[in-house]
Every structure is written in C-alpha cells, then in structure tokens.
C-alpha cells in the first residue's frame, strides 16, 4: 500500500476546518501530502476541473483522482490506506461503525449548523440565540463522547477516530472563539469529558502538526467581520 | 449471519422517504423486518427511547439495538448483513466507495435539500425558485449516474446500491409531485438517464414490495396543505 507522498495533493485553504479534517486524517494516518493553498476569490483551474460540482475545498487527488467533500476524503484516506502506519479510523464492527457515523451527523447538522450561524447572525438577539443552540448541542455531545469511547479517552476509544477527526477540525476555532468572544464552547465545569479531550486531542504530536495558529486565526476572523 | 426476522424492527411512518430508503435497504438485502407505524403526534415510549437525540424515525432496531438516521441505517444494513441474500450496497473499492459518497451528499445536500422548500415555501414566487433549484439539482445528477452507473442501469451498476437506495426513497414523491402539481422531475427530454432510472427501479420487485401507493400519498400531502 502506497504511503502517500508526492501521489497525494490536498487542495484546500488555510482556515478552514473542513480543510483540516482532511489534514488531520492523513496526518493520523502517517500519510504526507502536498499542502496546496487555494485562492478562494481565484480559484485554481486544478480545484475547477476537479470539483465541478461543488467547485470547492477540500479536494484530495489521489494519484490524480480528485475525491471531494471533507467527510468522504477522511473516509476515503481511512479506506484506501487501510494499511498505514496509523491505526484505522473507522470501528471495523458495524455497530460501532453506525455509531460513529451517527455521531458525525450529529456534528455536522446540530452542533455545526447552529455555530455557523452565531457567526452570521445579524443581530445580538439571534447571536445569543445559536450561540445557546450550540450549548445544548455540545451538552448533547458529552453524552456521544461517553457512549463512543467507552472510558478510552478519545470517539474512537483509545485511539483518535473518525469522530476525533471531524470535530478536530472545529479545535484551533473552539480556541479562536474564547479569544474572540470569551464564549468558552467546551467548559470544564459543564462538559469536562470534551474539555479533556479538547486538550488530550491539541496535544497530539499529529495533530499539532497540521493544525493552524490560534492567533492567526483570530486576526483573520477580525478582517471577515463586517 | 442473520436473515432478519423477528430480530429485526423498523420504527417509521408510511409516508416518509427517509423510512423508505431504510425499508428499501431491508427489502433489496432479502431481510425480513417487522414495520412499526409510529404516530409522530404521539410517540411511542420505544422511539423516545431508542433514539432520545433526535426523537426521530426511522429508527432500525436489531436484536434490541437502536439504530438511528436514515444514511447511517442503510450503511448498517448493508455491513451487518453481508453474507445476506442481496447484492453490497456499497462497493469494495474505496475510490467507488469515495463516489457513491459523493453522491449521496449531493442529493442530500442539494436536490433534497431544494426540493423540501418547494413544499414549505410560502410564495409562488419563492416556490418557483426552488423548484428552479431542483430541477438545476436534477440535471447535475444525470451525470452523477452516468459517472456511477459506468453504463450499468444504476447508480450501483449492474445491481442497486447505496445512491440508488438513497434516491429511491424519493421515486414515490416524485410519482406524486406530477400528479400534485404537474411538476415532471425527471423529465425524459432532459435527463433521460433519470427518467429511465425512475422507471426501472420502481418496476423492481424489491422496491414495489416496500414502496407506498402514489395516490393515497397524494391525498396525505392535500391534507397536509395549509
């Protein structure tokens, strides 16, 4: 099994935690990739012709084969390197297996959606409105995290899986956001299995390896505000 | 392995597309279930606790475990049940995997995601609009097929799969939009691979076996008008 190199090209942009999903699979897989930045008001003719669709980052190509969409690049890198330095990121038991997926749903569409929205909302009123969706959605999720690991201090139980992955990509944001508006998504005191985990997870050599700088993060969340 | 049976309960309501693709999964696997007809006004004790995140059908319990979520149910089936008389929903190969994927979040993200406006929309004007949408969903997808079908007769190839199952739970409100609104989805002057599918896989033995009557879909949906 090929472990990567020049064979895999990750299109994507910097502050995206969809990009980082992307990075953060094949960074746990022991897999190295080219890093290739996109110019979102300019996109590159490679990112065009490879995502027609969506015409958007990430896009993993694979010996040349695009595969798009952040969720389906961690699967797909999780699959087609089954036998990498890193252990698999999906639970091979079907239950498990259904688990997880339905935990990543649940980040996708509850916890996500209303997050992305406190930091479109027009108005104070609808700010604090997600802002509170987002709490009761992360208070959900301590369960999930419970129920995943099984006392193991990650989703994927003593190892990082597929669910450490997609929230990982939303972890330098979480941090960005105490900076920004003091809000503090994973508090000890309300969810202390995510607040381990949010530090178990910063702190992997893996992880830290592909993730952006907090502070670059909050100058560029700064310059996007209206 | 399993063939289903008493061991098998799905908890769903008969006029919902996304208890349908759940039921199709069961059907085209050759998987014997026991249907549960849920009252959403009135939820059973056994939904409320089987899926307390989302209160939510379907719901597919096997031996007494709870599985939740349309997509993550029909991935389950399909890997639960892998000695079972049907072909794999989802292919081997993780390239293909990757694109059956790929698909499937589009018709999720996009045509589904359109298409339900048209019915909550409160305007002709916004109703219009989705519908444009829709139909600009519709024509994207003609090339899904013909990139996942390799000339096959479905998104799966020779044989149903993944995407098929997916889009199929829909091929009922699709007979019923025509009759509703003389709204013609896959129109075979404009997709004629759709158009063609749309025939095809409702004809199968497996999908009328589970498939609910267009009519009396109809007469729900003019009850269900403000």
Redesign the interface.
Known sequence: MARGGAELKLLGTWASPFVLRAQLALSFKGLSFENVEEDLRNKSDLLLTSNP?HKAVPVLL?GG?P???S???V??VD??FSGAAGPPLLPAD??E??VA??WV??IEDKLLAAWQKVFTAKTDEEKAEWMKQTLAAVD?LEGGLKECSKGGSFFGGDHVGYVDIVLGGAVPWVHATEVLSGARLFDAGKVPLLAAWLERFGALKEAKAVMPDVQRLVEHAKMKQP
């Open positions: 669709v694979h084969r595969v798009c969409e969720l389906v690049i699967q797909y699959e087609a079907p239950y297996h259904a997926r339905f749903a649940f959900v």
